[in-house]
């Protein structure tokens, strides 16, 4: 557990954008599980309380995490984004020292 580098997206779309973003990151998540065998869990869920999206990634290390930051479609995400207004404030990145947890595969 060491090593593995473990983050909390926040993503707060903006009104009425809530359907792309979903599709947006619904894209996303097989695009890493298919290219990036050091994406350890990706997870993309929706809090309609707070109005955001989760995303909960978890890597082999550091390195890994900045793989996917420099994929092609990850930078797509974010340029179409940009473009369209999808989000109503900047992602919000949480670095998380994980100390304990198990996960049971599914």
Request: hydrophobic share 40%; net charge negative; charged share 25%.
């Amino acid at each position: 557990m060491k090593n593995m580098f473990l983050a909390i997206n926040i993503v707060t779309p903006a009104e009425g954008k809530q359907e792309r973003v979903q599709g947006m990151l619904s894209h996303l998540v097989p695009e890493a599980e298919k290219y990036e065998p050091e994406a350890l869990m990706f997870c993309a869920s929706w809090c309609a309380t707070a109005g955001v999206f989760y995303v909960v990634e978890m890597f082999a290390n550091e390195a890994a995490q900045e793989y996917h930051r420099n994929q092609p479609y990850t930078a797509e995400l974010r340029r179409i984004s940009r473009e369209e207004h999808n989000l109503a404030k900047r992602v919000e990145v949480q670095v998380l020292d994980r100390f304990a947890g198990f996960n049971r595969g599914y």
